[in-house]
């Protein structure tokens, strides 16, 4: 697992492949999530690499009508937090990410729920709170601190920076999106019906996230 951010053969994601990241529309709402915050916030990204791996998955045939998601997550050093295996009904798969715009160039994102063809993103599976760490801190944000610049910030900002990563996590974790200015979900979809390209049983593939741009792209692992 400790090869996490080892170079594999990029899963492209076409219409035509039939594998889509869909963007929804995003939601510019009244915010309570004062600016200060969020430049608070916005400073600390700026740091961290282009690409993460917060969660790599896989996807099985389970019971008549079911398939079984296997997710597992990873902190910004790659190390593994953790995984869980969640059967769902349904053909076609989403697996979505709630994505936090902080400005033009730097992103937050948070795997968020599993749902599918026959289950609704509202009653689908939650995965938001499967990597929540000690005090609330989400445990894919943890080793921050690796990219700073140990020359250029102090214990006590480096901890201003965590709780507003816990504060702005919080939001997201209780559903209060309402308080978040700036944010949009983001899906990985399998077309399994269209017959096309779709996730194969016995692969297991990794969620890139392009800290600087906001996008999100599937790779094969293995």
């Known amino acids: 697992m400790a090869g996490i951010f080892l170079k594999f053969k990029v ?7 039939g594998l889509l990241v869909m963007a929804f529309v995003g939601c510019k709402l009244v915010s309570r999530f004062q600016e200060e915050r969020i430049n608070e916030l916005t400073e600390a990204i700026e740091y961290v690499k282009d690409e993460t791996v917060p969660m790599e998955f896989s ?36 697996l979505e990410f709630r994505v936090i715009k902080l400005d033009s160039k730097n992103y937050m994102f948070f795997p968020y729920v599993i749902y599918s063809n026959s289950v609704s993103s509202e009653e689908g599976e939650k ?5 929540k760490g000690n005090e609330n801190f989400p445990a894919i944000y943890r080793q921050i601190e690796t990219f700073f610049d140990k020359n250029k910030i102090d214990p ?4 201003t920076y965590k709780e507003k990563i816990t504060e702005l996590y919080g939001y ?16 990985v979809h399998d077309y399994e019906k269209q017959g096309i390209t779709k996730f194969k049983n016995g692969y297991t593939y990794q969620v890139i996230c392009h800290t600087h741009t906001g996008s999100i792209e599937v790779q094969k692992k293995y």
């Open 11 to 17: 899963f492209i994601i076409t219409g035509i492949a």
């Open 59 to 94: 996807i099985k045939d389970s019971s008549k009508g079911k398939k079984e998601v296997t997710v597992g997550f990873y902190d910004l050093a790659g190390k593994y937090i953790g995984k869980k295996s969640i059967k769902i009904e349904g053909n076609d798969i989403y």
């Open 127 to 131: 995965i938001i709170g499967l990597y």
């Open 156 to 159: 006590e900002k480096l901890q």
């Open 172 to 187: 997201v974790l209780e559903d209060k999106l309402d308080l978040v200015e700036d944010q949009f979900g983001s899906a």
